[in-house]
């Protein structure tokens, strides 16, 4: 095992684990960012994981600062998420038919989030916001849908349009693939910019079903909202007879237990989850108004399905998470608090001291390290970062075991394992990293 300070074991066998890869998956992946593309060098192949550390083939220990971009608030391999999914497995992985542990899961959702009067559950963050406009807009009887640039609620192809994540970080505008007419109901807007949205909903007279939105921004990287801006999402949906869909699959149980809804006091005629709510298994969620959610199949016309949608495991790793964390809220969020700050904060000193023009943006836990002197309030100032700065800062960090999301535009985690020690080694790593 490498120690904090030395450098890393050179990655061959994960090159060798790479080239093998990329006989089978287009790029070598099974998700485009996991190439590292946009950072350059290759991506490290893990063999283990656990609290706050991944394991790299070659045997690094490296301080995961990614989460699975989002789902490993307790950390890797937490006990009594293993547990849990161990005993379901022995009872069976998958049964097409109701079982308990489903509503088990429901009850903790709504629970943490009391806008959710009734839910349904899927495999995917993508299938929760695809599911969640089809609904809205079976509800409403209209078709556009108001998003934002540099969000990112999947890959369903209505809503590939001037979305974050990988998207932005590979430069492709949407996507080949979806034709101009699956797109031509969404309409892409600037976040943060209330006028805009007024002015869409003046062009499109009652013909916008909802209005979908990143809470807080993390597909960009990290972009809080304007004070007032959710508040306004709210007052024009309700006045303009659209529903308001808030995209909680990043900040939902991590922003706090009530996620983004919870800290800017807004409330969504409809939620998407997913990330932590499975527990590091597949698993999303769409829920919100009653009255709107019976609107699906069988009850009524809006149909949605899925062959493993209330997977046991994926339940069972879920209830085990919600559980642990509404448990513990008192001192896990509070802790994720200072953690984040003094990794998030401490590094922006250091960039100071450096002379480097850095931005960081901090919501709870999730964060990001933007390379232009800011400030970064939507896509267009994001975009504006120096992204052959932050590759070679990315590099130079992982060198030093620090694993941060390999894209400017991604947001960074941190977790219930990180602690003082973690804080520390981020530092040190930065201080060297950012000697550019
Ligand atoms: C990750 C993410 C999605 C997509 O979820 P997948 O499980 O990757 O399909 C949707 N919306 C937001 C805000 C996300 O962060």
């Known amino acids: 095992m490498q120690s904090d300070s030395r ?13 093998r890869a990329e006989q089978y998956f287009p790029g070598g992946v099974n998700s485009p960012v996991r190439a590292f593309r946009a950072v350059g060098g290759n991506p490290p192949f893990v063999a283990r994981a656990e609290g706050a550390y991944l394991f790299d083939a070659e045997g690094n220990r490296c301080l995961d600062l990614f989460g699975s971009w989002g789902p490993m608030i307790l950390g890797h391999a937490f006990p009594p998420v293993v547990e849990a999914v161990r005993e379901a497995a022995g009872r069976g992985t998958s049964f097409g038919a109701s079982h308990a542990s489903e509503a088990n899961l429901a009850e903790l959702v709504r629970r943490c989030f009391p806008s959710v009067q009734k839910m349904r559950f899927v495999s995917s963050g993508t299938e929760a916001c695809m599911s969640a406009i089809r609904l809205a807009r079976g509800f409403t009887g209209r078709n556009f849908v108001v998003k934002f640039e540099g969000c990112y609620h999947g890959h369903a192809d209505a809503l590939l349009v001037k979305a974050g994540s990988g998207v932005a970080t590979l430069g492709i505008p949407g996507s080949a693939g979806v034709p101009a007419e699956t797109a031509q109901h969404t309409l892409a807007l600037p976040y943060n910019d209330l006028p805009a949205v007024e002015a869409a909903f003046a062009a499109h007279p009652a013909r916008i079903a909802c209005i979908l939105v990143e809470p807080v921004v993390g597909n960009a990287g990290t972009i809080p909202p304007a004070p007032g801006f959710l508040e306004g999402l709210r007052r024009i949906a309700t006045e303009q007879g659209a529903l308001l869909v808030l995209d909680e699959v990043m900040t939902g149980f991590r922003l706090s237990l009530g996620g ?25 969620a769409f829920g919100g108004r009653a009255d709107v959610m019976d609107r699906l199949a069988p009850l009524g016309p809006v149909y949605q399905a899925g062959t493993l949608s209330g997977n046991p495991l994926a339940m069972a790793a879920g209830i085990a998470t919600l559980a642990h964390l509404i448990a513990h809220e008192g001192e896990i969020y509070p802790q994720l608090e200072r953690t984040t700050r003094g990794i998030a904060e401490g590094v922006a000193d250091l960039a100071r001291e450096a002379g480097v023009p850095l ?10 390290w933007f390379f232009t002197a800011g400030p970064v309030t939507d896509f267009a100032s994001a975009s504006a970062s120096d992204t052959a700065s932050f590759a070679r800062f990315h590099r130079r960090m992982l060198q030093s075991g620090v694993w941060l999301p390999p894209s400017q535009f991604e947001a960074a985690f941190v977790g219930a394992a990180h602690g003082a020690a973690e804080v520390e080694q981020v530092l040190e ?5 950012l000697a550019l």
């Open 7 to 19: 450098d890393s074991k050179p990655l061959v066998r994960s090159l060798d684990l790479q080239r």
């Open 359 to 368: 931005t960081a943006n901090r919501v709870g836990s999730m964060f990001t």
């Open 260 to 284: 983004a809804q919870q800290i800017y006091g807004i409330k969504p005629d409809l939620t998407t989850l997913g990330k932590i709510l499975g527990g590091g298994l597949p698993c999303g």
């Open 429 to 433: 790593a930065a201080r060297a990293a």
